[in-house]
């Protein structure tokens, strides 16, 4: 078993001194290290099993689901057998728009990645400075769009506004999900899912209802979906029938997370002054449609990231070139 130390802080690691603790997640620990030029990278450490058993009750946090039908329970998985799955993948795929991994150690006592360290920012960090540019959005869907032309790329799995990040050469996306057998405390599990069940409400790899759900939040302010909520006791007035039998086949296979999609107003609702192209976009975002008698129902949304895109070029065209809450008075 792997035994974590409670910090790297002050160690050297493969030449390089640990200064700073970047992001302490539920199964990893991110570090930066400095070499003696001054040249940085960045240490992504495995928990030990007993380390990561811990409550992590955000629907924004990153945790691991065992999935059989009709049921679906979150787990502890080996983040050393997580990490190491993580890493071929990126390897796999080895484009410039996945942070580079340059080294990979597992052994009994520890388990780390070392990686490129990119300067730049978050797209959660842009989202909490004020108005994000529309023009970032673009770019990342037209990324996505150009990593779905891949032979290796299957989905990234875990898009959020922490793992994209903005820098000179563009969008670089970071830390993807993982769908398929992987290790547990409980041995192994032959099924599961590792993503974000605020953008991947259906615990399914849909990337562009991601994407679609980031932008919702950056629009209004609003955390984005995922709260697990039973759609037996909600008030159906408000909702059309393809979204309610949707959502309720979703909780027959154990699925509750889509149940906040019955709990969610029209843009125009949230900000009176909300533009009616950018409501139109940001309800086809998360296939969802504006029925004549006022009732939200299940749309079939945007076909590709291609299509996501020209879409918000076109709401730059009408000037409509920011998102932000604060953007419309309430």
């Given amino acids: 078993m792997i035994v974590n130390m409670p910090s790297w802080i002050g160690l050297t690691v493969d030449d390089y001194i ?6 302490d ?14 040249e940085a990278k960045v240490f992504k450490l495995a928990k030990a099993r007993a380390l ?14 065992a999935l059989a039908v009709g049921h679906v329970r979150e787990f502890i998985p080996d983040a050393a057998d997580l990490l190491q799955k993580q890493v071929q993948r990126i390897q796999l795929i080895d484009e410039p728009e996945y942070v580079y991994v340059e080294h990979f150690t597992s052994n009994e006592s520890f388990c780390y990645s070392r990686m490129e360290w990119i300067a ?41 506004p922490e793992n994209i990040m903005i820098n000179l050469r563009g969008i670089t996306l970071l830390s993807p999900g993982y769908w398929g057998p992987l290790e547990s405390q409980d041995g192994l599990i032959p099924n599961s899912a590792v993503t974000t069940p605020a953008y991947y409400p259906a615990l399914n790899p849909d990337d562009l209802l991601a994407l679609g759900l980031i932008i919702w939040e950056a629009a209004l302010g609003q955390r984005p979906l ?26 027959r296979v154990g699925k509750f997370f889509l149940g906040s999609l019955l709990e969610i107003y029209t843009p125009s609702q949230l900000h ?9 976009f940001l309800l086809e975002a998360i ?37 932000a809450a604060d953007s419309f008075p309430d």
Avoid: W
């Fill in 120 to 160: 730049g920012q978050t797209l959660r960090e842009i989202m909490n400075i004020g108005p994000v540019p529309i023009q970032i959005f673009v770019d990342i869907a037209n990324c996505l769009h150009q990593l779905q032309q891949l032979e290796n790329f299957k989905y990234h799995g875990n898009l959020s």
């Fill in 272 to 280: 009176i002054e909300m533009p009616a192209a950018l409501e139109s």
């Fill in 226 to 251: 995922g709260v697990a909520v039973d759609c037996e006791t909600m008030d159906h007035t408000r909702i059309g029938n393809e979204l309610l039998q949707y959502v309720r086949n979703y909780e």
């Fill in 25 to 38: 997640g539920p199964f990893f620990c991110v570090y930066r290290g400095v070499d003696a030029h001054g």
């Fill in 287 to 323: 296939s969802i449609r504006l029925l004549p008698n006022g009732k939200l129902d299940k749309d079939t949304g945007f076909k590709s990231f291609h299509s996501m895109a020209s879409a918000l070029t076109a709401l730059v065209d009408r000037g409509i070139t920011h998102l």
């Fill in 18 to 23: 640990i200064d700073e603790l970047l992001n």
């Fill in 52 to 65: 990561s058993d811990s409550i992590y009750e955000p629907v924004s946090s990153t945790k691991a689901f």
